[in-house]
């Protein structure tokens, strides 16, 4: 056993007390504590570290050097050579413990059912922990049987057992893959049914990591990722989801197992009534265009239209320059305002005798602005005053006019 890492010998041990050797500043600014001996478990084999305190600092993460070997603790005070109290945090350990063992059962699941080897874990506390095996493509009831495989194994209640090895006793033991060391070689066994070379920390009963909750799988490169969630963190999960739902089941006065059905039917109203509403907003925009051309004034054989409009959507002011072309003889300059952002589109019939796309450069010219489009339909902006919104309007009616 290493005897730098106590806590593989005492892993339920919390509180010691700690002779602080060597207070040091890291490269990248952090303060670091070396002790005497520590049961913190460092940042490693994919798990996070350890929290806590020592003394009046708060240790905020730790990790192994190997020149000198020690555990280095990152601290956020100063904490002077001398003997201190040391709380290592309870809840953060279980959950990390929990998840350990439950990427251990669930490795051992996924190998057993669909043959895949695990490539890669990480264990996380505070979201959810990740496993990652050859790419394949998992169904959900594939992760629905792997799931359930491994809580029937958490409803056992099976013992957790860790122990070291000699290399020789090594091929004694049905190791679920190689370790990656070749001395003080750490067993993790659940009680005759996984057992894998690790120096995590471990639930002492599979029943003590509660449930196992998959929750979707992702493609990275050649791997395909599992998400899941166990004990505390699943339990907590299961609460916020249980409080959202019953809050909408309570705002659509029905029971959380009709939610689904219910939604659904609102989504597809929600789709109808929309459907309608761009129907009822195209028909307005068709009579609002028919009203600007019939208020527009006539110049020999064109129509011109140009007019502005406050905080309108580009959207709206195409769909009525496209209604506009479309109208004999008719030439228009629509603009709309947002402060001093402005958008332009000009639309001309084709026989109006002007060409939409150099009228709209002609007026962008004026401000530094940027556009494009074609002979019959254009659109562009840029930045203009008030003052400059007129006189470009102005510009735009002599450049419109039929010449004589």
Same mark, same amino acid.
Request: charged content about 20%.
């Given at each position: 056993m290493d005897a730098l890492l106590l806590y593989q010998q005492?892993?339920?041990?919390?509180?010691?007390?700690?002779?602080?050797?060597?207070?040091?500043?890291?490269?990248?600014?952090?303060?670091?504590?070396?002790?005497?001996?520590?049961?913190?478990?460092?940042?490693?084999?994919?798990?996070?570290?350890?929290?806590?305190?020592?003394?009046?600092?708060?240790?905020?993460?730790?990790?192994?050097?190997?020149?000198?070997?020690?555990?280095?603790?990152?601290?956020?005070?100063?904490?002077?050579?001398?003997?201190?109290?040391?709380?290592?945090?309870?809840?953060?350990?279980?959950?990390?413990?929990?998840?350990?063992?439950?990427?251990?059962?669930?490795?051992?699941?996924?190998?057993?059912?669909?043959?895949?080897?695990?490539?890669?874990?990480?264990?996380?506390?505070?979201?959810?922990?990740?496993?990652?095996?050859?790419?394949?493509?998992?169904?959900? $009831?594939? &992760?629905?049987?792997?799931?359930?495989?491994? %809580?029937?194994? !958490?409803? /056992?209640?099976? =013992? *957790?057992?860790?122990?070291?090895?000699?290399?020789?006793?090594?091929?004694?033991?049905?190791?679920?893959?190689?370790?990656?060391?070749?001395?003080?070689?750490?067993?993790?066994?659940?009680?005759?049914?996984?057992?894998?070379?690790?120096?995590?920390?471990?639930?002492?009963?599979?029943?003590?990591?509660?449930?196992?909750?998959?929750?979707?799988?992702?493609?990275?490169?050649?791997?395909?990722?599992?998400?899941?969630?166990?004990?505390?963190?699943?339990?907590?999960?299961?609460?916020?989801?249980? $409080?959202? &739902?019953?809050?909408?089941?309570?705002?659509? %006065?029905?029971? !959380?197992? /009709?939610?689904? =059905? *219910?939604?659904?039917?609102?989504?597809?109203?929600?789709?109808?009534?929309?459907?309608?509403?761009?129907?009822?907003?195209?028909?307005?925009?068709?009579?609002?265009?028919?009203?600007?051309?019939?208020?527009?004034?006539?110049?020999?054989?064109?129509?011109?239209?140009?007019?502005?409009?406050?905080?309108?959507?580009?959207?709206?002011?195409?769909?009525?320059?496209?209604?506009?072309?479309?109208?004999?003889?008719?030439?228009?300059?629509?603009?709309?305002?947002?402060?001093?952002?402005?958008?332009?589109?000009?639309?001309?019939?084709?026989?109006?005798?002007?060409?939409?796309?150099?009228?709209?450069?002609?007026?962008?010219?004026?401000?530094?602005?940027?556009?494009?489009?074609?002979?019959?339909?254009a659109q562009g902006g840029g930045a203009a005053s008030s003052?400059?919104?007129?006189?470009?309007?102005?510009?735009?009616?002599?450049?419109?006019?039929?010449?004589?």
């Open positions: 005492e892993p339920q041990r919390l509180e010691f007390e700690a002779v602080v050797q060597q207070q040091l500043r890291l490269p990248d600014g952090r303060l670091g504590l070396i002790l005497e001996q520590s049961f913190f478990y460092p940042t490693g084999g994919g798990q996070e570290a350890d929290r806590g305190s020592i003394g009046p600092a708060q240790v905020v993460d730790v990790f192994k050097q190997d020149d000198p070997p020690a555990l280095v603790h990152i601290v956020d005070q100063p904490v002077p050579p001398g003997k201190y109290p040391a709380h290592i945090d309870a809840v953060r350990r279980l959950r990390a413990m929990q998840h350990h063992t439950a990427q251990h059962l669930l490795s051992q699941c996924f190998l057993r059912l669909f043959n895949l080897e695990t490539q890669s874990a990480n264990i996380n506390v505070d979201s959810p922990s990740t496993v990652d095996f050859p790419y394949t493509v998992l169904s959900p $009831a594939d &992760l629905q049987r792997a799931e359930d495989l491994a %809580n029937q194994v !958490i409803y /056992e209640n099976r =013992q *957790v057992k860790a122990y070291f090895v000699s290399p020789e006793a090594l091929s004694q033991v049905p190791l679920r893959r190689p370790p990656k060391v070749s001395e003080n070689i750490r067993i993790i066994e659940i009680d005759g049914y996984e057992y894998s070379a690790c120096g995590g920390t471990h639930v002492l009963q599979t029943g003590a990591i509660g449930v196992i909750k998959i929750l979707r799988t992702e493609r990275q490169n050649e791997k395909t990722r599992v998400h899941f969630i166990a004990g505390m963190q699943a339990l907590e999960t299961f609460q916020d989801y249980h $409080a959202a &739902l019953g809050g909408m089941a309570v705002q659509l %006065n029905v029971s !959380i197992p /009709e939610l689904p =059905q *219910v939604v659904l039917r609102q989504a597809e109203q929600l789709k109808g009534a929309q459907k309608e509403l761009q129907t009822l907003r195209l028909e307005r925009l068709t009579w609002e265009a028919r009203s600007l051309a019939e208020e527009a004034a006539w110049h020999g054989s064109r129509r011109l239209v140009i007019q502005s409009f406050a905080a309108r959507p580009v959207s709206e002011l195409r769909t009525l320059a496209e209604h506009l072309k479309g109208l004999p003889g008719t030439a228009a300059v629509l603009a709309g305002v947002d402060g001093q952002k402005l958008s332009l589109v000009a639309a001309c019939a084709p026989d109006s005798g002007l060409d939409a796309r150099t009228l709209l450069q002609a007026l962008l010219a004026e401000i530094g602005g940027r556009g494009g489009g074609d002979a019959q339909l003052e400059q919104l007129q006189a470009l309007l102005e510009h735009a009616r002599r450049l419109m006019q039929p010449a004589g």
